[in-house]
């Protein structure tokens, strides 16, 4: 198994841009979530889904958008990039919310 | 990577020793938590959960122990080695509260391990 992958590993954006943070995992997972990790913050929760179809808001969502059409993929759009979305972004899954959730690498975004 | 250990609490042990590196959680109501290991430049990776009817658990040279009366969660790794350096974090869930049932991550404690 993959376990979760992320791509891409770096991506520099100017302000107003827009691009699309993929996360993928091959374990069969119902729950996934996208986090944001910035210096002294811990990981904070962007948006969540629990299943195909169905998503929800985290702790820091404005600016991004989630979609969950395959139980397999769950792609982070920032909408128009601003430099305070500067962070690493990372991607996990878990059999449900009360197990163990599996991180991907992280992308690293830098946004001018 | 390196970014994620600035303003954070260190802890520096040296080689062989023991390391106990604390966790107060605010939730009276969170019934599972856990323990991850992030090194420098990656992904969070799991090291041990407890839940709440539990009061320690223990794993290959680590072990968490919670105390429910105090909110408090530890965790304790054996004969420390280099390769444990790295940054710490404690999560708590709970289906009760503002965290809808997801994990909610503590800032994290940075291990140095001098050898």
């Known amino acids: 198994n993959a376990g979760v992958t992320q791509t891409p590993k770096f991506q520099v954006l100017k302000t107003g841009q827009s691009m699309t943070l993929q996360c993928a995992q091959d374990?069969?997972?119902?729950?996934m979530s996208w986090y944001r990790q910035d210096p002294g913050m811990g990981l904070r929760l962007i948006h969540y889904s629990v299943g195909a179809g169905i998503t929800d808001q985290g702790e820091v969502p404005n600016g991004y958008n989630v979609s969950r059409s395959t139980t397999e993929d769950f792609p982070l759009r920032l909408l128009s990039a601003a430099p305070s979305q500067t962070s690493v972004y990372f991607c996990a899954s878990s059999y449900s919310r009360s197990y163990e959730q599996y991180f991907g690498p992280g992308t690293r975004l830098t946004v001018t | 990577g390196e970014s994620v250990g600035l303003h954070l609490p260190t802890l520096s042990v040296q080689e062989g020793d023991n390391s106990i590196i604390n966790c107060a959680y605010s939730?009276?109501?969170?019934?599972?938590f856990i323990w991850y290991k992030q090194e420098s430049g990656k992904g969070p990776q799991f090291i041990i959960d407890i839940r709440s009817n539990m009061d320690k658990r223990q794993g290959q040279r680590v072990t968490v122990l919670l105390n429910k009366t105090v909110k408090h969660l530890s965790l304790q790794i054996a004969a420390t080695q280099p390769g444990d350096s790295a940054v710490y974090f404690c999560?708590?869930?709970?289906?009760?509260?503002?965290?809808?049932?997801?994990?909610?991550f503590g800032k994290g404690t940075k291990l140095s391990v001098k050898p």
């Open positions: 999560a708590e869930n709970s289906l009760y509260g503002g965290s809808q049932g997801n994990l909610i």
């Open positions: 374990m069969n997972h119902e729950y």
């Open positions: 939730n009276s109501a969170s019934d599972y």
